[in-house]
């Protein structure tokens, strides 16, 4: 909003150049997020904690450390929603369709996911939305804002696969694109959900992978780079920058209450959001596939609970203690700060590797 309305008056006004700066907007959008998250936060508790009661219903056959988390409340993921939102429309060209296919996304599954939370609430349960429903609502959203992306993408961008570390190769797959970024988006922020099971989990690998797609949208979006690194030039995401940086404030924020031992939980408000976002970056910025490096940690933790269903259902034997991953760690005895910061360090790695991807050509 800064941009469309300071930046005309550039030539006239030497001071509101800097708002042409898709870099300076990105540091303003994450400061801005960051401090709206730590205005917010005490407020927003206290009004989860009188709404809530109990809090988030614990899984009885979870992990025994988890039921001294009773009486913390969820649904905190709505700090980020409003913290990202707010700032992205403050410091974003909120002309560029690619900005509102990735807030359709990241509010779409924010809202899917504030209704998941709120029926688990009332029914004092950990289940919430049937899965099948809830699949369904997620992939209306993710199809919906694959449309707007298509109508807004030149050919053949905009119905392209790009292959990581070749040169300039696209592999054209038609209306087949559609139901394959559905399934990118929607199990994007699925990962997310799953990954989101311990204090500072979640938050921390979407915070770096919203680093890393901060940059490929910069690189994506500047024709002179695109070129020098042989990447597919998308014009207009360069400003999907401006909403990593939001995404990384607000991340930044939540954490300072989110820290163990937590104040309040994300809940799948804001790991689906958070998730359906990532997705819809990846689609956008043509690295569907590197976005599988780059949330490596979220493809393992979805992994293990496919092969864990998938194991019992066809032998009657688990392969792990408990699915997620993260759980079978707890299980094993590891501390919940250990398995935090050491899949912290895993999901740093895995970024580094993807970025790396954009050189190895």
Request: glycine share 12%; hydrophobic share 50%.
């Amino acid at each position: 909003m800064l941009y469309n309305l300071l930046a005309p008056y550039a030539d006239e006004i030497l001071f509101f150049n800097i708002f042409r700066y898709i870099t300076f907007r990105t540091g303003g959008a994450l400061l801005t997020s960051l401090v709206i998250s730590f205005l917010i936060g005490p407020t927003v508790i206290r009004w989860l904690k009188s709404k809530q009661g109990s809090g988030q219903p614990i899984r009885e056959d979870g992990p025994e450390t988890h039921f001294k988390k009773q009486g913390t409340p969820t649904m905190g993921g709505l700090m980020i929603l409003f913290s990202v939102t707010l700032s992205t429309l403050l410091w974003s060209d909120i002309s560029n369709p690619y900005i509102g296919v990735v807030l359709l996304c990241f509010l779409g599954f924010g809202m899917v996911g504030f209704f998941d939370d709120y029926f688990k609430l009332i029914n004092s349960s950990h289940k919430g939305l049937s899965g099948k429903f809830r699949l369904l609502i997620e992939g209306g959203i993710a199809a919906t804002a694959i449309a707007i992306f298509i109508y807004y993408t030149a050919e053949p961008l905009n119905t392209g696969l790009a292959i990581p570390f070749f040169k300039d190769v696209l592999l054209n797959i038609g209306w087949f694109f559609i139901p394959f970024c559905i399934v990118v988006i929607v199990g994007t922020a699925n990962s997310v959900n799953l990954t989101d099971g311990l204090d500072g989990l979640a938050i921390g690998p979407v915070m770096i992978a919203a680093a890393c797609f901060g940059i490929i949208a910069y690189l994506v979006g500047h024709i002179e780079f695109a070129n020098y690194l042989h990447i597919f030039h998308v014009p207009g995401t360069g400003e999907l920058s401006v909403f990593c940086g939001a995404l990384i404030g607000a991340g930044l924020g939540f954490l300072w209450f989110n820290a163990p031992p937590a104040m309040v939980f994300m809940g799948d408000t804001g790991s689906l959001a958070t998730g359906g976002a990532l997705g819809a970056l990846s689609v956008i910025t043509k690295h569907e596939l590197v976005l599988a490096i780059i949330g490596g940690l979220f493809v393992l933790e979805a992994v293990s609970v496919i092969m864990q269903v998938a194991s019992f259902k066809l032998t009657g034997k688990r392969i792990f203690r408990m699915a997620p991953l993260h759980h079978h760690f707890e299980k094993k005895g590891w501390e919940e700060a250990t398995i935090v910061i050491r899949f912290w360090i895993i999901a740093i790695v895995l970024a580094l590797l993807g970025l790396a991807t954009l050189k190895l050509r």
